[in-house]
């Protein structure tokens, strides 16, 4: 789910929102589908009223699914979906709410929840394997720790808060080894700005965006031997909360994300391996947020147009872009991720502003 911005701020805002779980939960439900390739399905649990439901966040390889559901109470749980129709409900052990980043091919998933302490709650970061074991993932010196994905290597990559809410970035190998990263050029010392890491490559190259000192956005590229190349789409604006947010990569090398011009307007970008960006939006298009994009440059992510309604877009590697709605009554479809065999999956909206999952 792509918030109107990725700052830090709007990041934490809605994981405090979130995170507020207290069970944890392990069942099976059914599939339900209404149209030939399309399913829509949600976690057992999952509430029914506005701003709960069921959200996917990532398909891997195989077609697993992974993301999170807020219940009746409004506490969120994390889930993953079988390429069958299993879905097996989540909270990540110690933490009292999950909700889920990303997954890898071998279904190894990350996330946070919240840790009780007697200051108040914070965020840590889980590893769950596939058998259901759970590690914590928490940077050195870190007062919260949020991870944004998991490579087919077991490697680690994200963004934490240090004891002055300073966002740095972090890598974790497998042996649980921490490397701070932070962008060079990045302001340092300002509460809840920094470098933030928004997704890892299976090589361990990294990619993210940081603040500057105007507190403009840029875009970065870390490769696996420690070269920094930071990068702007070429209408991106210089005002406050501005700039490029490079959101994914994939096994290219290609980028994707999305860049806000000083009018306050939302495009998408691909940015190829050789830095080269092609900029994109949909016609009529306030919003558009490119969220992922496959090894055959099919590009997915969610668009508004000038009366806020919210669609799902696709672009192929040709450039063209389409629009689409899933094919049940609803009130904003919001894709979140493709894998290489094209399959999509996201959230819809229905009329009570309660969310579905759904997979096409």
């Known amino acids: 789910m792509a918030p109107s911005s990725r700052s830090g701020k709007a990041i934490r805002s809605r994981l405090f929102h979130l995170l507020v779980a207290v069970a944890v939960l392990s069942c099976i439900a059914p599939v339900s589908a209404q149209t030939p390739g399309f399913t829509s399905f949600d976690a057992p649990h999952a509430g029914t009223r506005a701003n709960q439901g069921t959200i996917p966040v990532k398909i891997n390889a195989s077609g697993v699914i992974t993301g999170y559901y807020v219940d009746s109470g409004n ?131 990294v990619v993210g965006f940081y603040d500057d000192s105007a507190n403009a956005v840029h875009g970065f590229v870390l490769n696996q031997f420690g070269t920094y190349t930071n ?3 070429p209408d991106a604006g210089n005002c406050a909360s501005c700039g490029t947010f490079p959101l994914a990569i994939n096994e290219l090398g290609e980028v994707t994300g999305y860049y806000r011009d000083n009018s306050f307007v939302t495009h998408g970008f691909l940015r190829d391996n050789l830095g080269t960006i092609t900029e994109f939006s949909m016609s009529d298009g306030f919003e558009t947020l490119p969220e992922s994009t496959n090894n055959f440059e099919e590009t997915v992510g969610q668009w508004t147009n000038s009366l806020h309604i919210g669609r799902g877009f696709t672009r192929n590697a040709s450039g063209a872009l389409s629009s689409f709605s899933v094919p049940v009554r609803n009130v904003a479809t919001l894709p979140t991720d493709i894998n290489d065999s094209g399959r999509i999956t996201g959230f819809y909206i229905d009329d009570n502003a309660a969310n579905h999952g759904f997979l096409q």
Do not use: C, M
């Not at 934490?160 to 080894?177: C, E, P």
């Not at 701070?180 to 509460?191: F, S």
């Open 75 to 205: 506490s969120a749980h994390g889930f993953v979906r079988t390429t069958g129709g299993a879905i097996t409900e989540f909270d990540a052990t110690g933490l009292s709410g999950t909700v889920v980043s990303g997954i890898n091919r071998w279904g190894q998933i990350v996330g946070t929840g919240l840790h009780a302490t007697s200051h108040g709650n914070t965020v840590h970061g889980f590893l769950r394997f596939p058998d259901g074991r759970f590690i914590l993932v928490n940077a050195p010196a870190a007062s919260e720790t949020l991870p944004a994905g998991v490579n087919d290597g077991g490697e680690v990559g994200g963004w934490y808060l240090d004891l002055g809410n300073v966002a740095h970035s972090f890598l974790r190998d497998t042996k649980g080894n921490y490397t701070v990263v932070d962008d060079p050029d990045a302001v340092t010392g300002k509460p809840n700005d920094g470098t933030f890491i928004t997704a890892i490559h299976n090589s361990g190259t």
């Open 231 to 233: 990068f702007d789409a």
